[in-house]
């Protein structure tokens, strides 16, 4: 059965930092992109972040110079380092992964940016 665990959300001022974590487990975790999305209130499901298994990166336009995101293959987990939060950062964030035609996502993390 595949899972996936965020963690490391919480409550932070403007400009400060943040790292989120996404452990995987009932799948082959290296031959799997991850990505992580976020959904702030009223508003759609948008794509914060993308590794593929090779560690190639795509970010969101509003993240890039901001977000990193990475991977370790040996503890299945992929990461999101967030700097210079800003509030419209707020947002439930969702890591996700698609098997075959399955599509997989974690309960989600909450980040809430604000003074």
């Known amino acids: 059965q595949v899972q996936l665990v965020e963690s490391g959300g919480g409550l932070v001022q403007p400009g400060g930092s943040l790292r989120l974590s996404c452990a995987a487990s009932?799948?082959?975790?290296?031959?799997?992109?991850m990505t992580w999305y976020r959904q702030a209130p009223g508003k759609q499901r948008e794509l914060v972040a993308t590794i593929t298994t090779g560690a190639g990166t795509n970010y969101a336009d509003s993240v890039k110079g901001r977000f990193t995101i990475s991977r370790d293959n040996a503890k299945k987990t992929v990461y999101l380092q967030m700097s210079s939060l800003k509030p419209e950062d707020t947002a439930v964030y969702y890591c996700?992964?698609?098997?075959?035609?399955?599509?997989?996502w974690g309960q989600g993390t909450q980040v809430t940016v604000s003074s």
């Open positions: 996700y992964t698609r098997l075959g035609l399955r599509d997989y």
């Open positions: 009932g799948i082959i975790f290296d031959i799997n992109a």
